[in-house]
């Protein structure tokens, strides 16, 4: 529900999310709630969904929660008074459908809705605004589209609202948007939306952005891109999906509930306002401010995830017009979600368990304790090999390793397709029958992953710090109680590990991810912040660490690095190595090869 108070939005203090004003003097302001509902249906939409089923990787059981994301707001647009809409996607959804059956959205311990499947592939035909474009040439046909509604926005003073859902980059900010390729995807070089080219495509027309990837409050942070921003992550922060059900895998993202669950709030005040259902702008005689909608989000955010601190969801308002009625600042136009949502078929809520979010729920077991019950083995090393199945073990015990090493929550946007395979490979579901590319892949990711752990571990020694190795540390397991405790020492700590762990972040003393080794692994950055926290040591004495550990990467791992990708020893040692199996591995590149190769 809207507040009643005349004001409450600050720029200062948001509660536990961040308003992020171009203007200074902005800070400490309080804004008002209430303001006359000037919004109108001239809104274009452009919507994008970057995540390809290259590898399976838009089933539900991986990235597919992105889709469940993109696919709820096409249902609540499909038919909205607005002048024009676009959304641009390199699966049709019948294919989706057939393929992996329904797409579900919500938290899997309540009642949840159907955003896709078969009953719904009409109206989304009909509806004509589906653009089905492939993987290697989405990316600049969104930018191409963005560039000509603006301009037609611009020509007829209308507003543009752009939705982009996909995997985020915590260097650029930048969103993968498809691939190079329409049957490869490589993480690193995948193409990518820039705040740059984002800017020049939109110049100046009015538009607002959602954007739902990891670190996409990097977006509203930028001072020079002047927009209206609903950011779902914030600058430093992976995006979140709900945990899994027990069926239908991931089901979209935990700050698109709330902030669906704000504009229904919304709605409701409307239909007071007006005393009755199917009310118009003009009838309107007062709606929520933007500022006000900022706090509605997080408000409900607060009800959906007793995590709710943890996704630090970021806003900004172009030309700083905070106390701009929200319907006109973002461009949503009155489209009675909430009416539509009730349409949707339901999923029945599965039982209650440990993994429920829910701030509601009763919290009767440790969620991050939980965490521990999937370990399942230990690290067995890489050794060279002659045969597939040889191969195949040895990247299950890689895998077997990582499960038992505390990896992080499946839910974070990096992990959901990850732990998904890894989980295929241990319980032998999975077991890469003529794949030898796709299993080679997947030993050097896990690699990767172990060999950060392994170097934060190093770090932590080299410092002198008493504590557990990074291996046998869960950062769930340590911040979860946290979250729920009163006491102030607690809420001091998470605010030490945020700034520790952003000063960890901009040193870059841990090596970034090549080329088939996945998205980067924050886990390493995020342990060592919570050894440095533990260490009591002041804000000097941590600040002089890292100094120490970015001298001694700088000087002695990343030439290091280099030379042993480059250098001529490490090509004659994989040539070596290789040549007993060459005739199995001849369709692979020497790159991944050298991925199986054992460390000294």
Known sequence: ????????????????????????????????????????????????????????????????????????????????????????????????VERYGRYAHGNPFRERRVVLEERLLDSIRGAGTLRVVEPKNLLERFIKTVEDECKEATKAGQNVLLLVFGHGDSGSYGVTIGSNSNTELRDVSAPRLTISRLKIAVGKTQCALLITSCFSGGWAVNPDLNLTIIATAGPKVQSQSWNASLTRGFSGSIVASAIRDAIFASEVEDE?????????????????????????????LKQNDRFHDDHEISFASQDDEWTKAWRERTGIPLAFFKEKWEGLS?????????????????????????????????????????????????????????????????????????HTEVRRLLSGEERYENRMDDLLTLGYTLSYRLEGMTMATNYKDFLGLDYLDCAACGIEAWKY?????????????????????GMIQEAKIFSAAADGQGYDYDKPEKYLAIALVESNKTRKEVEEAIE?????????????????????????????????????????????RRSIIPSD
């Open 481 to 501: 109680p946290l979250y729920e405790s009163k006491e102030k020492e607690a809420k001091q700590k998470l605010s030490r590990f945020g700034v520790i762990g």
């Open 272 to 300: 007071k306002n007006l005393g009755k259902p199917g009310m118009t702008y003009q009838e309107l005689r007062t709606t929520e401010t933007y500022a006000e909608m900022g706090c509605l989000v997080h408000d409900h």
């Open 346 to 418: 339901i999923l029945p809520a599965q039982a209650d368990g440990y993994s429920n979010r829910d701030s509601s729920s009763a919290f009767t077991s440790s969620l991050a304790q939980s965490l521990s019950d999937t370990r399942l083995g230990s690290t067995v090393l890489l050794t060279p090999t002659k045969t597939m199945p040889q191969i195949y073990t040895m990247v299950r015990a890689l895998a077997a390793g990582y499960a038992n090493s505390f990896p992080g929550a499946d839910n974070l946007a990096r992990n959901t397709a990850f």
């Open 548 to 592: 120490v550990l970015k001298d001694f990467h700088t000087k002695m791992i990343t030439p290091r690095v280099e030379e042993v990708r480059r250098g001529r020893w490490f090509l004659d040692k994989a040539d070596k190595i290789l040549k007993p199996v060459k005739k199995t591995l001849r369709s692979i590149s020497p790159r991944k």
């Open 1 to 96: 529900m809207a507040s009643s108070s005349s004001s409450r939005a600050t720029v200062a203090e948001p509660p536990s999310l961040n308003f992020f004003p171009k203007d200074s003097s902005l800070h400490g302001v309080e804004f008002a709630t209430k303001c006359p509902p000037d919004a109108s249906p001239r809104t274009r939409i452009v919507a994008v969904c970057g995540i390809t089923d290259i590898r399976g990787l838009a089933s539900p059981a991986k990235d597919g929660w992105f889709l469940s994301d993109f696919w709820m707001f096409n249902h609540f647009f499909r038919s909205a008074p607005v002048a024009n809409q676009v959304w641009l996607t390199c699966c049709t959804p019948k294919y989706l």
